[in-house]
């Protein structure tokens, strides 16, 4: 079985387009082949900074066969009396390459037609996938695309060469004015030019000798081994930032070396050391055992060891500029205190409509205020948060955040602290901005918690109360990174809070400020669902939990998102198939089902009180005392023991649908039955919309 390779050669791809455009190369290359009915064992996907390439292993030379009908005129108008195809008939077996004796009479809900049964060709692999290729090419997604001369093609960046082969016969097609060939390019400067590969099987082998790993698994590899010797050379160990997957989309032919610093700059702030080499001039930082920051870092160059003393040497002539203006720019910053800088917001424009940074410090007073309330913080730790708030945004007006904007909140701590801050109100102002992308952690401390909740809900709420909200294609004020952040935060330390009360202090304060352009009621509902989205998407896709017990549990509110989160997290405990249930209880599906039935037959009905005097059946009574005594022991449940109490209600509910008529022609009976139905159904709510369970 044949092999296919496609590479698209290209100017040099930024490192983080990668991670997006990958995974979707990969599915949409498997779906090409679908649709080309090529099968095949395995679908790999490759990126360098200089290409994209797309590996089909034991691909089918030939293509599955494959029948279509295609439905003609109805069998009346194609036969005529004597049987015989009519012009009609004819005309359509011409179009579609039958005969018209071998059209086919079938029945359908529109009465008998006839069908023309064509066989497919089987083409041959290359012949197959040329027409396909162009449009897998061009729906590779990324964060952003150019156009290049005068054509109208967008890509990440300008294509240069084409290479696609199956074994040794290219698949010919045409892109943007290129011709695919079985020409390939290896690394830009140990190997210049073009160079041949003769068969597909021996593209990595053609690359490597060509001093190009195209695998990023193995260039990711063969870093970490540069990067393990050399910390044992410098008998040092890494700091971790995620630095590695970066730099393994930075190379094509690896090789590190050690490089250092003047000792006298370890008086900087580690988070200005670690931020000027790690992200801004992609080197690893290295520290002694005990994790203090040494003086020294190892770089990754794009190349082999040839004149590596003098790229050291520019490396760290090029970090020692850095070191002295960040130098510079620290002892400046130090000649003010912190909250002297506060007045300087006013200056920083948060958003045109929303005013400056000044004015979302002073609103983060009041929603830290009104969080404070809520987690019953002491005197002592609500001043702490409150003078937080207040200094949590001064570090954007210095010259190093200005330099580095990546440093703020972290340079706030380190300006709090310089100025005589509280330790705690320094720790707050440094987690504030946390989590700051997908994966990071949330603040360490319950001040720095409270404080990102505040800054985070302040922006998303004062956003869509101004009209500001993500669309399907852009998001420049990341309200979903900062949603979610919010969400992590809630859920992984366990907050209970009331999203309700947060929302209306934002408004209330941001009312303070500006004319609401539209209701509160309205801003706070569409920041719900906005909010509901994002917890939706963390205990799906970070929690793993079941699509339909993720839409249970929050149909029934999301005020408290913690708690939302556990009535999720609870009922995939239940309906865990690995679990052995000690007590019939404890059983989901039957006690699922059952519930259903209350809330089905009421969810219509407005409620009420339940009158005992009504009742005409033994059925009712049974099921009325047995919700009465679950009822008063659920107040003190938790939530898989509130389940464990639904179950005792299963033989009553399953006792009284089968005795006992709901909809009783008497309309006082029929009430009064839908009301025990609700008051059951609402039971039930304090768990989840049971009705919502699909995957049964």
């Known amino acids: 079985m044949p092999r296919f390779v496609l590479e698209i050669g290209t100017e040099e791809i930024p490192p983080r387009y990668f991670p997006v455009a990958l995974p979707q190369f990969k599915a949409d290359g498997e779906a090409m082949l679908a649709r080309a009915r090529l099968s095949y064992r395995e679908v790999k996907v490759y990126g360098t900074p200089r290409r994209l390439a797309l590996i089909a292993e034991e691909m089918a ?18 036969f005529d009396a004597e049987g015989k195809p009519t012009r009609a008939a004819m005309g359509f077996a011409r179009r579609h390459g039958v005969s018209a004796e071998k059209l086919e009479r079938k029945q359908t809900d529109q009465g008998e037609y006839v069908f023309a049964i064509i066989q497919e060709p089987e083409l041959p692999a290359a012949q197959a996938l040329a027409p396909l290729l162009p449009g897998l090419i061009t729906s590779i ?135 000027e080499m790690q992200h801004v001039q992609g080197y690893f930082p290295l520290s002694d055992q005990q994790g203090e920051l040494l003086p020294q870092f190892v770089a990754v160059r794009d190349g082999g060891s040839e004149h590596l003393a003098m790229v050291v040497a520019g490396w760290e002539d090029v970090l020692k500029a850095k070191l002295i203006d960040a130098s510079y720019f620290y002892g400046q910053d130090l000649r003010r205190p912190l909250a002297e800088r506060v007045e300087d917001l006013k200056g920083i ?91 990071d952690n949330i603040p360490r401390t319950q001040l720095g918690r409270l404080l990102a909740i505040a800054d985070k809900v302040d922006t998303v709420t004062t956003c869509f109360a101004v009209g500001v909200v993500p669309t399907g294609s852009a998001d420049p004020y990341g309200l979903r990174r900062e949603g979610s952040g919010l969400v992590s935060i809630i859920v992984v330390a366990s907050l209970g809070l009331s999203l309700a009360g947060l929302l209306r202090a934002c408004l209330k304060a941001l009312g303070e400020q500006i004319e609401l352009p539209r209701s509160a009621d309205q801003t706070a509902h569409e920041v719900t669902d ?76 407005p409620g009420g009180e339940v009158d005992p005097r009504l009742f005409q059946d033994k059925a009712e ?14 107040e003190r449940a938790n939530l898989v023991e509130l389940f464990q109490l639904f179950g005792r209600l299963r033989a009553p509910i399953d006792r009284y649908f089968d005795e006992v008529l709901v909809m009783h022609e008497e309309e006082s009976i029929r009430n009064n039955r839908l009301a025990m139905c609700w008051q059951i159904s609402q039971l039930f709510r304090r768990l989840a919309d049971f009705s919502l369970i699909v995957q049964l």
């Not at 074994?167 to 140990?190: I, K, M, N």
């Not at 009574?621 to 659920?634: D, F, G, K, M, T």
Request: glycine share 6%; net charge negative.
């Open 349 to 439: 424009a948060f958003h045109e409509r929303l005013g400056t940074m000044y004015d979302k410090a002073r609103r983060l007073a009041h929603v830290a205020a009104c969080l404070a309330a809520q987690v019953n913080l002491g005197a002592s730790e609500r001043a702490a948060l409150d003078r937080a708030a207040l200094l949590c945004k001064a570090d954007l007006t210095t010259d190093m955040v200005t330099e580095v904007s990546n440093l703020q909140g972290l340079m706030g701590r380190e300006y709090a602290l310089a100025s005589g801050e509280a330790p705690e109100v320094a720790e707050a102002i440094g987690e504030h901005y946390r989590p700051r992308f997908s994966g």
């Open 61 to 78: 030379a030939v293509q599955a066969p494959a029948v279509r009908e295609e439905r003609g005129p109805a069998a009346r108008v194609a």
């Open 621 to 634: 009574s049974a099921l009325w005392e047995a919700y009465q005594s679950v009822l008063r022991e659920a």
């Open 141 to 275: 997604p990324f964060p952003k695309t150019m156009r290049w001369g005068s054509g109208s093609l967008r890509f990440a960046r300008p294509i240069r060469w084409l290479l696609a082969l199956v074994d040794d016969e290219v698949v010919e097609f045409e892109l943007a004015g290129l011709t695919s060939g079985r020409l390939t390019r290896g690394h830009p400067t140990l190997a210049e030019g073009v160079s041949e590969v003769k068969s597909a099987r021996a593209y990595e082998d053609a690359l490597r000798t060509r001093y190009v790993i195209v695998n990023q698994g193995e260039r990711r590899a063969e870093i970490k081994v540069w990067l393990d010797l050399r910390c044992e050379e410098a008998n040092a160990l890494l700091v971790d930032g995620g630095l590695l997957e970066e730099t393994a989309f930075l190379v094509e032919w690896p090789t590190a070396a050690l490089g250092q610093f003047d000792p006298t700059y370890l008086r900087l702030p580690r988070a200005v050391l670690v931020e």
């Open 530 to 605: 906005f909010l509901r989205q994002r917890l939706e998407t963390h205990l799906r896709e970070d929690q793993g939990i079941r699509y339909d017990l993720v839409e249970a549990a929050l149909a029934v509110g999301v005020d408290d998102l913690d708690r939302a989160a556990k009535r999720a997290g609870a009922l995939q405990f239940l309906a865990g198939p690995e679990r052995e249930h000690p007590v019939p209880e404890y059983e989901f599906l039957p006690t699922v089902i059952a519930a259903t039935r209350p809330i089905n037959i009421s969810k219509d009905s």
